[in-house]
C-alpha cells in the first residue's frame, strides 16, 4: 500500500509518538473561556449543523422503521414464531450493523430475538424490563434506553417502540440495539484532518454521558465523574452543560504529543426521543511533520518480555509490579519501543508506560479501527491462560482509518489481573467498507436460512454456481461441537471437525469463533501463514442460527512479515 507523502509523515510521527512511551506532561490546564456560538467560526458551525442534523435524521429514520415494524407485528400473536421472526428479519436486514432486534410481549416475555442469544446478558439488567405502557405514554412514542453494558458488546444504546393489537391495547414493544459508534456516520465531513487543521466530534447526553467519543473507552462513562487528571477528557468538558449552546477555548494535548495547543469547541442540544444531547465539535491546530522512527521486533522476544513481567509479578507482588511498569526509570524502562502494561480481569486499567494518566478507568469498552474491542480480547484470552492478541490501533483522534497493526502478548497473574506488552507491525488504512460488507453478507445469509430452511442454506452456500458464491459471498457453517456443516473454498473439509484448527501462534480459533456465536456472534481476528512465509490477518464476522449451528464469513486485510516492523 502507498500512502501520500504529507500521510506518510503524519502517521509516522503519531505511531511515534504512540509507540515511544513518552508520558504527557502534568501541567494544570486553563480554565476554558466561554463565548456565544455566535462567535465561532462558520465552518466550525456548519459543521456542527451537519452532524446535529445527522443524528436526528438516523433517529428518524429508525423511528419510522420501528414504527413500521410495530405495525406488521399489530394483531400477531406470540405463539406465531414464524410471523415475528419474519418481520425482525426485515428490520434486522434494513439495520445489520445494529446488535440485534427482538419482540417483547406486554407481560415483559421475549417471543423471538434475531440473532439468537444477542440480548441474554443486556436482558439482565432491571431497566431493560422495568418500564410498561404507562412508561411510553410518559416519555415518548419511541423510547431510548441506555447507555446498557454487554459483556459481548460493551455500551449499547436500545431504541423501542410500542406495539397495539386490533383494538388499540398495548401489546408489547419492539426494540433495536446499537453500538454508539454505529450511529455516528465516520465518512461525513465533521471527521477532518489536514496536514495541520484537524476537527473531531464528540456527544454527550444532557446528564453528562459519553454517548460518543474518539477515545471509545470513554463511552458509557460520565463526564462529571471523571478525574481532572484524566488526558482523554478533561474537566474543561462540564463547560459543556452550562449552558445549551455555545463555544469555548480552552488548553489540551492533541492525540500522542506533550505539547498544550489551544482548542476551540462549539456545541448546542437537540432532543431524541424525548431525550437531550450535546452534539459537539472539536477544532485544533497542530502540525506534525518532522520526525522519523524505526522499530523491530520479534515475537518470540515479546512473549520473552510478558514471561518475565509474569515472573516477576510472581515474586515481587502486585505492587511492585505495577510500579515497575509505571516507573521510567524502572527495570523494564529500556524497552522503549513497546508499550507494557497490566489490566484487571474486567478491564480496569492497573499499570501503563506510556500513558499512565489513564489507569483506574476501566477500559474494557475501547474500541480499535475495525470495532474489535481488544482490551476485552485481551482478557478473554487470559481466561484460556494467555497468548497473542491482534488488534488495529487508531493513530488520530480525527479519523480512525490511520491505525497500526498491533500485536500484544498477555498472561494471567492469577484469575484477577494479567500483565502484557504491545508493538506496532504495520501501518494500514483500515477499509470498514469491507466490515460492513461481510456483515451485511452474513447477516443476508440468515435471512435464507430463515425463508429457505438449513438443508436448503446449506446446499447453497456448498454451490460453486450459486448466486452466493457467484457474488464473492462465502459463508463458512458449524455446528457448536465443531463440525463442519459447509465449507465453500474447501469443500473436503465437510463433515470434519475444526476445533483442531490453531493459528500460528497456536491459538484455537474455531474454539473462539464458536464460544463467540454462543455469546450472541461478533468479529474476530485470524492470522494464517502464507507458503511464501508471510502472514495475511482476516476479519471473521460469526451469528448465531439457533442452539445447535452457527453460520461465519470471512475477509482479508493485511499482508506482513511478522520478524520485524520498519516504519
Not at 75 to 102: C, F, Q, R
Not at 147 to 158: I, T
Not at 221 to 227: A, D, G, P, Y
Not at 313 to 338: Q, W
Amino acid at each position: 500500500m502507498t500512502f501520500p507523502k504529507a500521510v506518510t509523515i503524519i502517521i509516522i510521527v503519531v505511531l511515534f509518538l504512540l509507540v515511544s512511551g513518552c508520558v504527557q506532561s502534568q501541567q494544570q490546564e486553563e480554565v476554558p473561556y466561554l463565548f456565544p456560538i455566535s462567535d465561532a467560526s462558520p465552518e466550525v458551525v456548519t459543521a456542527l449543523d451537519h452532524f446535529s442534523a445527522d443524528l436526528v435524521a438516523q433517529a428518524n429514520a429508525i423511528d419510522l422503521d420501528l414504527s413500521n415494524a410495530a405495525t406488521a407485528l399489530s394483531g400477531v400473536p406470540g405463539y406465531e414464531e414464524s410471523k415475528i421472526a419474519g418481520v425482525l428479519w426485515d428490520l434486522y436486514n434494513m439495520y445489520p450493523l445494529s446488535v440485534g432486534v427482538t419482540r417483547v410481549g406486554p407481560d415483559g416475555r421475549e417471543y423471538k430475538t434475531v440473532p439468537a442469544f444477542i440480548f441474554t446478558d443486556i436482558t439482565a439488567s432491571p431497566e431493560f424490563w422495568e418500564f410498561n405502557e404507562t412508561a411510553f405514554a410518559e416519555n415518548n412514542e419511541t423510547l431510548l434506553l441506555g447507555p446498557m453494558y454487554s459483556k459481548q458488546n460493551g455500551e449499547v444504546l436500545h431504541i423501542r417502540h410500542p406495539v397495539y393489537d386490533s383494538d388499540g391495547e398495548y401489546d408489547g414493544y419492539v426494540g433495536i440495539s446499537f453500538i454508539y459508534s454505529y450511529m455516528i456516520n465516520r465518512s461525513e465531513a465533521y471527521f477532518m484532518q489536514t496536514n495541520t487543521t484537524h476537527y473531531f466530534p464528540a456527544l454527550y447526553d444532557s446528564q453528562g454521558e459519553v454517548v460518543y467519543h474518539p477515545d471509545t473507552g470513554l463511552i458509557g462513562e460520565n463526564v462529571m465523574e471523571l478525574s481532572e487528571e484524566s488526558q482523554s477528557i478533561l474537566k474543561h468538558t462540564e463547560a459543556i452543560f452550562m449552558q445549551p449552546e455555545g463555544m469555548m477555548k480552552y488548553l489540551y494535548y492533541p492525540f500522542g504529543s506533550e505539547i498544550l495547543i489551544e482548542h476551540t469547541a462549539v456545541w448546542k442540544t437537540i432532543d431524541v426521543y424525548g431525550r437531550e444531547f450535546r452534539p459537539n465539535i472539536v477544532k485544533y491546530e497542530f502540525d506534525i511533520s518532522d520526525h522519523n522512527a524505526v522499530f523491530r521486533m520479534n515475537p518470540d522476544d515479546l512473549s520473552a518480555i510478558v514471561g518475565s513481567m509474569f515472573s516477576f509479578a510472581k515474586r515481587e507482588g502486585t505492587k511492585g509490579t505495577l510500579s515497575a511498569i509505571n516507573d521510567p526509570n524502572g527495570i523494564f524502562s529500556a524497552m522503549t519501543n513497546i508499550t507494557l502494561f497490566a489490566y484487571d480481569i474486567n478491564g480496569t486499567l492497573l499499570a501503563h508506560s506510556s500513558t499512565p494518566e489513564l489507569i483506574g478507568q476501566n477500559r474494557m469498552n475501547a474500541r480499535g479501527s475495525y470495532g474489535l474491542r481488544y482490551i476485552g480480547m485481551m482478557s478473554d484470552r487470559c481466561t484460556q491462560g494467555g497468548g497473542f492478541v491482534h488488534y488495529h490501533m487508531p493513530v488520530s483522534d480525527t479519523n480512525d482509518n490511520l491505525s497500526v497493526l498491533m500485536l500484544a502478548y498477555v498472561l494471567p497473574v492469577d484469575e484477577n489481573w494479567f500483565v502484557g506488552a504491545s508493538f506496532p507491525m504495520k501501518l494500514v488504512i483500515p477499509d470498514i467498507e469491507k466490515r460492513d460488507k461481510l456483515t451485511e453478507d452474513v447477516v443476508a445469509a440468515q435471512k435464507f436460512i430463515y425463508e429457505h430452511g438449513k438443508d436448503a442454506a446449506l446446499a447453497e452456500f456448498m454451490d460453486h454456481d450459486g448466486t452466493l458464491q457467484l457474488n464473492k459471498t462465502y459463508i463458512l457453517a458449524l455446528d457448536y461441537n465443531g463440525t463442519v456443516l459447509s465449507a465453500p473454498i474447501r469443500t473436503n473439509l465437510a463433515g470434519t471437525n475444526a476445533l483442531g484448527f490453531t493459528s500460528p501462534h497456536g491459538e484455537s480459533s474455531m474454539r473462539e469463533l464458536l464460544i463467540l456465536a454462543r455469546q450472541g456472534g461478533g468479529y474476530l481476528l485470524l492470522e494464517t501463514e502464507n507458503p511464501d512465509g508471510t502472514y495475511e490477518m482476516h476479519l471473521l464476522y460469526v451469528e448465531p442460527v439457533d442452539n445447535t449451528w452457527c453460520i461465519a464469513s470471512w475477509v482479508s486485510l493485511d499482508s506482513f512479515e511478522e520478524t520485524r516492523v520498519e516504519v
